[in-house]
């Protein structure tokens, strides 16, 4: 059993930033890769960024430059930072972990609203 945990969202101002952190714990044996990703209203889940145990990353071309993600192998922890945060950036935010094998494992989801 892997239990995933998000923290960080909240409501931000365009412009602002705001950072996101993910937990992963319990029955990790070894973790290939961590990601983001969201769900806006009335739209599919999409990546944002995700990161390889090698710290190989991949973002999404509407955050580029604007997120980083990175992560704590040691504690089995990502994080993104989001800086001038834009209206659409608003979403539920999903933490998603990938173990050997292939299994995913995903946390609850985080509230992000990007709003003035």
């Known amino acids: 059993q892997v239990h995933v945990v998000e923290r960080g969202g909240g409501l931000v101002q365009p412009g602002g930033s705001l950072r996101l952190s993910c937990a992963a714990s319990?029955?990790?044996?070894?973790?290939?890769?961590m990601g983001w990703y969201r769900q806006a209203p009335g739209k599919q889940r999409e990546l944002v960024a995700e990161?390889?145990?090698?710290?190989?990353?991949n973002y999404a071309d509407s955050v580029k430059g604007r997120f980083t993600i990175s992560r704590d192998n040691a504690k089995n922890t990502v994080y993104v930072q989001m800086n001038n945060m834009k209206l659409e950036d608003t979403a539920v935010y999903y933490c998603?972990?990938?173990?050997?094998?292939?299994?995913?494992?995903w946390g609850q989801g985080t509230q992000v609203t990007v709003s003035s």
């Open positions: 990161i390889t145990s090698g710290g190989s990353t």
């Open positions: 998603k972990v990938r173990v050997v094998g292939g299994r995913d494992y």
């Open positions: 319990g029955s990790i044996f070894s973790i290939v890769a």
